[in-house]
C-alpha cells in the first residue's frame, strides 16, 4: 500500500464513553469522483489571539447498500450507527500510528438516498470532545457540581435555589409541599410568609442564593405564631450493610426570641411510617435524632449568621452514628437499628429561623459514603469555591464536573497561574475551561488522540525547535502579512479592577492598537505583568507567516512521519528559501491545521501559525510564567 493510501477511518460500537471497539469503515470513505472530496480535518486556531474552535471531520462513505442507513432493519450495524458515536482517523507511517482526529459524529445527513443498488453517499461530520462540552448542560453551581462528583451515591439532592416556591428535586420528580403550623395559636398564614425562596447568599464559595425559613414571632419574643414545615415524598432504600448520609449546608439567623422559646436552626428528618433520622438544634447543642429519640448530641450549637456543613451518618451494619458540624465538631455514638429501611419522606424548615441549602441523602458502602474527609473536601470546597486552584487544576476540575474521563485530560502541571474562585453558575464547561486557559494565557485544544490538553505558556514558548521544514516542501508560495501594532492595552481582572499600558511612540507612528484582556488571576500584579509583555511583544509591527502548506505525497516516509508527529503549540523552523524571507516569519509556532486533507490521491496538510514571541528573532522570551503559588507578593515575571 502506498504511504499516501496508510490511513484508515473507523467508528466504535461500544457506548461513547466505554472502551472503544473499533469498526473499520475505510473501505466505504470516497474522496474521488464527481462532486467527491478529500477527508478534510480542521483543528486549532487561526493565530495565537483567537480561541481554539471544536476541532471538525468531514468525509463522505459509500451507502449503495443502504448499511450506513440509521435504523435500517438489515443493516449489520443498526443497534449501534448513528450519532454521538466514537470516531478517529489514524495515519499508519513506519509502521507507527498517529491519530490525526478522535471525535464524536454528528447525525447522519442522507441528501442523496436511492433505492438499494443505486451508488449513493452519506455525508458525515464529527467533532471532538471541545464540540460534545458544548452539548453538555450548564453547571448548577460551584458548590452544587461538587457535591453532584463527590462524596459517594447520592440518592435524593434538593438544591434549594429554586427561584419559587415549591422547593424541587435535582435527581427526582419529588417536590416539596408546605404545612403552615403554630403554637397555641392557631394559623392562617401564607406558607409564602413563612419562606423565602432564593433569598440568602450562599457560602463563599458558592455562587448562588438560598431558601430561607422565617417563622413569625409575636411581639414579647416568646411564641412562635406561624411556621412552615415542607415535606417531599422520596423512595430511598437502605440494606442491612448499608451506610445512610444525611446532608445540609445551614446558616441560621441572629438568634430571635427568648431563649426557651427561640426558634431552632436547623430542622431536617428523613423518614418513614416508623423510623427516622435527623437534626435539629437546641441548647446545649445540634441533636441528632435517630429512631426518634436523641441519640446524638453535639457539644455546642449552630454558629449564628455563618454557613455550616453538617452531616449525619448512619450504619446500618453497626449501628455507629456520627454527627460532623463544619470542620471542628465529631460526636458519635453506637445505637440498635433496624435491618434496613425505606424512607418515604422529607421534612424541612418548620420551627427554623435561618437557611438552608443543598440538602443531601446518600447510600452505599461506609467505606465510600460521605466519609469525614469527604465532607471535609466540600466543606472547604464551600467555603472557598476553588480559590487559589492552578490553571492545570482548574481545567482538570472542570473537565470532571463535565464528566470527561480523566484519561481524556491531558495538562501541564506548569500551568501555575493561581485562579480566583470559581463562578460557574449557569457556565458552559467550554466557558469555563477557556477562562483558565486565558488566566494562564496558555494553550487549550483536544490534541488528534482526543485529550483534552492545556499546553502552558511556558511550555509554550520556552521549547526547543521540534521540527525544521525545508523551504522545498512548501506545495506553493509564501503568504506574509505585517501585523497591526498593539500599543494600548488594558488588562481587567475578573473580580474588578484593570491595569492600563500604552506605548506612545508606537501609538505616534501607527495610531492606536487596542489590546483589551480579561483575566481570572487571583495574582493582582499580573494585570500590569500581562499589559506590559503584551506591549513588549506587539507594539512594534511584525512580519508573520500565517500558513504553511506542504504537500506531503513527494515527500518519504521520515519527512511524513516528522510532519505528522506535530502537535497545536509546536514550534517549528523554515530553512532554505530565497534570502528575502523576512526572518521573524521562519520562526513560528503550530496553532493549527486547517485544513489536514486526506485521500487516495490527496494529502495535504495547512499549518496555520503565528511568530514566536520574544525580545529578537528566534529567540523565546526569558521568563514568561503567569503568577504564583505562594502569595499575592511573590510574583514570577510575565
Given at each position: 500500500?502506498?504511504?499516501?493510501?496508510?490511513?484508515?477511518?473507523?467508528?466504535?460500537?461500544?457506548?461513547?464513553?466505554?472502551?472503544?471497539?473499533?469498526?473499520?469503515?475505510?473501505?466505504?470513505?470516497?474522496t474521488v469522483g464527481a462532486g467527491m472530496r478529500p477527508v478534510q480535518i480542521r483543528r486549532g486556531a487561526a493565530s495565537e489571539r483567537d480561541d481554539v474552535q471544536p476541532s471538525t471531520l468531514t468525509l463522505a462513505l459509500e451507502n449503495t447498500d443502504h448499511a450506513l442507513t440509521p435504523g435500517n432493519p438489515s443493516s449489520p450495524y443498526v443497534s449501534w450507527w448513528g450519532q454521538r458515536r466514537r470516531c478517529r482517523l489514524v495515519e499508519t507511517v513506519l509502521g507507527v500510528d498517529y491519530v490525526r482526529f478522535t471525535g464524536y459524529t454528528n447525525p447522519v445527513d442522507l441528501s442523496d438516498w436511492a433505492d438499494v443498488g443505486v451508488e449513493q453517499f452519506v455525508s458525515l461530520t464529527a467533532v471532538d470532545w471541545l464540540g460534545r462540552l458544548d452539548t453538555v448542560p450548564a453547571f448548577t453551581s460551584t458548590l452544587g457540581e461538587h457535591i453532584r462528583t463527590q462524596g459517594g451515591t447520592l440518592r435524593e439532592w434538593w438544591p434549594l435555589s429554586d427561584p419559587s416556591l415549591p422547593l424541587r428535586s435535582a435527581l427526582s420528580n419529588s417536590v416539596t409541599a408546605p404545612r403552615v403550623s403554630g403554637f397555641q395559636e392557631a394559623t392562617t398564614r401564607d406558607p409564602q410568609d413563612l419562606v423565602q425562596p432564593s433569598a440568602v447568599p450562599g457560602p463563599p464559595g458558592d455562587d448562588l442564593s438560598y431558601v430561607r425559613w422565617y417563622p413569625e414571632i409575636n411581639d414579647f419574643g416568646d411564641l412562635t405564631l406561624a411556621y412552615a414545615v415542607h415535606i417531599a415524598p422520596v423512595n430511598v432504600t437502605a440494606s442491612a450493610t448499608d451506610t445512610v448520609a444525611l446532608s445540609v449546608w445551614t446558616k441560621p439567623d441572629t438568634t430571635r426570641g427568648t431563649p426557651l422559646f427561640r426558634p431552632t436552626p436547623v430542622f431536617l428528618a428523613l423518614a418513614s411510617s416508623t423510623f427516622e433520622i435527623g437534626f435539629y438544634d437546641y441548647v446545649p447543642g445540634l441533636i441528632a435524632l435517630v429512631a426518634g429519640t436523641s441519640s446524638t448530641q453535639a457539644s455546642r450549637e449552630l454558629e449564628r449568621d455563618v454557613w455550616r456543613l453538617v452531616t449525619l451518618r448512619v450504619d446500618f451494619a453497626t449501628g455507629a452514628v456520627e454527627l460532623w458540624i463544619g470542620a471542628d465538631s465529631v460526636t458519635t455514638n453506637t445505637v440498635a437499628l433496624p435491618a434496613g429501611m425505606t424512607f418515604t419522606k422529607l421534612?424541612?424548615?418548620?420551627?427554623?429561623?435561618?437557611?438552608?441549602?443543598?440538602?443531601?441523602?446518600?447510600?452505599?458502602?461506609?467505606?465510600?459514603?460521605?466519609?469525614?474527609?469527604?465532607?471535609?473536601?466540600?466543606?472547604?470546597?464551600?467555603?472557598?469555591?476553588?480559590?487559589?486552584?492552578?490553571?492545570?487544576?482548574?481545567?482538570?476540575?472542570?473537565?470532571?464536573?463535565?464528566?470527561?474521563?480523566?484519561?481524556?485530560?491531558?495538562?501541564?502541571?506548569?500551568?501555575?497561574?493561581?485562579?480566583?474562585?470559581?463562578?460557574?453558575?449557569?457556565?458552559?464547561?467550554?466557558?469555563?475551561?477557556?477562562?483558565?486557559?486565558?488566566?494562564?494565557?496558555?494553550?487549550?485544544?483536544?490534541?488528534?488522540?482526543?485529550?483534552?490538553?492545556?499546553?502552558?505558556?511556558?511550555?509554550?514558548?520556552?521549547?526547543?525547535?521540534?521540527?525544521?521544514?525545508?523551504?522545498?516542501?512548501?506545495?506553493?508560495?509564501?503568504?506574509?502579512?505585517?501585523?497591526?501594532?498593539?500599543?494600548?492595552?488594558?488588562?481587567?481582572?475578573?473580580?474588578?479592577?484593570?491595569?492600563?499600558?500604552?506605548?506612545?511612540?508606537?501609538?505616534?507612528?501607527?495610531?492606536?492598537?487596542?489590546?483589551?484582556?480579561?483575566?481570572?488571576?487571583?495574582?493582582?500584579?499580573?494585570?500590569?505583568?500581562?499589559?506590559?509583555?503584551?506591549?513588549?511583544?506587539?507594539?512594534?509591527?511584525?512580519?508573520?507567516?500565517?500558513?504553511?502548506?506542504?504537500?506531503?505525497?513527494?515527500?518519504?516516509?521520515?519527512?511524513?512521519?516528522?510532519?505528522?508527529?506535530?502537535?497545536?503549540?509546536?514550534?517549528?523552523?523554515l530553512t532554505g528559501g530565497p534570502s528575502t524571507i523576512p526572518p521573524a516569519a521562519r520562526h513560528l509556532i503550530v496553532e493549527g491545521f486547517m485544513p489536514d486533507e486526506i485521500g487516495v490521491e490527496t494529502r495535504r496538510m495547512t499549518l496555520n501559525t503565528s511568530p514566536l514571541l520574544g525580545p529578537s528573532t528566534g529567540t523565546p522570551p526569558a521568563s514568561v510564567m503567569v503568577g504564583d503559588l505562594v502569595a499575592n507578593t511573590a510574583v514570577i515575571t510575565y
Open positions: 500500500m502506498a504511504a499516501y493510501d496508510s490511513w484508515r477511518f473507523e467508528v466504535s460500537s461500544a457506548d461513547p464513553d466505554a472502551t472503544p471497539v473499533w469498526v473499520n469503515l475505510t473501505s466505504r470513505v470516497r421534612e424541612l424548615g418548620g420551627n427554623m429561623s435561618g437557611s438552608l441549602a443543598h440538602v443531601q441523602v446518600r447510600v452505599g458502602p461506609n467505606a465510600s459514603t460521605m466519609t469525614r474527609q469527604m465532607h471535609l473536601d466540600q466543606y472547604a470546597h464551600g467555603m472557598r469555591g476553588l480559590e487559589r486552584q492552578t490553571a492545570a487544576e482548574r481545567v482538570a476540575t472542570v473537565a470532571e464536573y463535565a464528566g470527561m474521563p480523566a484519561g481524556d485530560v491531558a495538562v501541564d502541571t506548569t500551568a501555575t497561574t493561581p485562579m480566583q474562585r470559581a463562578r460557574l453558575s449557569r457556565a458552559r464547561p467550554t466557558a469555563a475551561l477557556r477562562t483558565a486557559a486565558t488566566a494562564e494565557q496558555g494553550r487549550l485544544f483536544v490534541t488528534g488522540a482526543g485529550k483534552l490538553r492545556l499546553r502552558a505558556r511556558a511550555a509554550r514558548y520556552n521549547q526547543p525547535v521540534a521540527l525544521q521544514i525545508p523551504y522545498g516542501w512548501l506545495q506553493r508560495g509564501l503568504r506574509f502579512r505585517e501585523d497591526t501594532p498593539i500599543n494600548d492595552v488594558t488588562a481587567t481582572q475578573t473580580s474588578g479592577g484593570f491595569t492600563r499600558r500604552r506605548d506612545a511612540a508606537s501609538i505616534s507612528r501607527y495610531g492606536v492598537g487596542e489590546g483589551p484582556e480579561t483575566l481570572d488571576t487571583a495574582v493582582d500584579a499580573d494585570l500590569g505583568n500581562y499589559a506590559e509583555w503584551t506591549i513588549a511583544a506587539y507594539a512594534t509591527p511584525r512580519m508573520r507567516c500565517p500558513q504553511l502548506v506542504i504537500d506531503l505525497l513527494p515527500l518519504t516516509d521520515a519527512q511524513r512521519a516528522s510532519l505528522l508527529a506535530l502537535e497545536i503549540g509546536d514550534r517549528i523552523e
